[in-house]
């Protein structure tokens, strides 16, 4: 069965401080996976994805994450954390339907950074 | 380049009331998917159109349905709401395979 995990549900972290917000997946076949954040209220923000290639990838806002196969992970970094980083994070990897070119998104359960002043 | 955009943003609804939302999709985009969101939850897969027909559908029973219309736009359509139905519906758009954007959603509440 496809899933991911988020095994954090809160991670907090000082302003200038690096980030981590862990992610890892369980699906058949070769993973495409997301990240996206979530504001109050708000719909899901891209902040990058991992096709193929380059195990390290960098996306919006300064955030990049990186994809290790071995582990089955996908954690999403930050050299240094701003207040305004404080969001719902969550990780997402796409499974192809059967029969389809198309896919649907399995989502985590979400992280909640909180960056302290 | 317009993104995303989704109606109502909230609405209110009785148990076993119908209830449509609407989503317009980012232009150029001739894929769309709805997602439900419950509190403190990820978002689940409802189902998926491509081209006007149902290519996907997710842990969901029948009375949820939906229509996509030749312009891309959707429809989702509950029927014999129920208090659980209560979460944030999230509609995104796709062109390639694995590109999504997503809409800010309607918080929908069941009473």
């Known amino acids: 069965a496809q899933s991911v995990a988020q095994p954090e549900d809160q991670v907090n972290v000082a302003e200038g401080n690096p980030l981590t917000v862990k992610c890892t997946y369980s699906?058949?076949?070769?993973?495409?996976l997301f990240w996206y954040v979530q504001y109050p209220n708000r719909g899901l923000q891209f902040l990058l994805k991992y096709i193929t290639g380059d195990n390290l990838v960098k996306g919006s806002y300064g955030f990049e994450a990186e994809f290790n196969k071995s582990q089955t992970s996908f954690h999403l970094k930050k050299p240094s954390a701003l207040v305004s980083d404080s969001a719902l994070y969550f990780c997402a990897v796409r499974v192809l339907d059967r029969g389809s070119t198309l896919g649907r998104l399995y989502f985590g359960r979400g992280t909640q950074l909180t960056v302290w002043p | 380049e317009t993104g995303v955009t989704q109606s109502p943003t909230h609405l209110i609804k009785t148990r076993g009331q119908q209830v449509t939302l609407r989503c317009s999709s980012q232009?150029?985009?001739?894929?769309v998917s709805w997602y439900q969101q419950a509190l403190g939850q990820g978002p689940q897969f409802i189902f998926q159109y491509y081209r006007e027909e149902e290519n996907g559908r997710g842990n969901f029973p029948p009375r949820f349905s939906g229509l996509q219309f030749p312009n891309y736009s959707s429809e989702l359509n509950v029927n014999a709401l129920e208090l659980d139905d209560s979460a944030l519906y999230l509609c995104a758009s796709s062109l390639e395979e694995y590109g999504y954007t997503f809409g800010s959603g309607t918080r929908l509440t069941v009473v």
């Open positions: 699906v058949s076949g070769n993973p495409y």
């Open positions: 232009s150029g985009h001739n894929t």
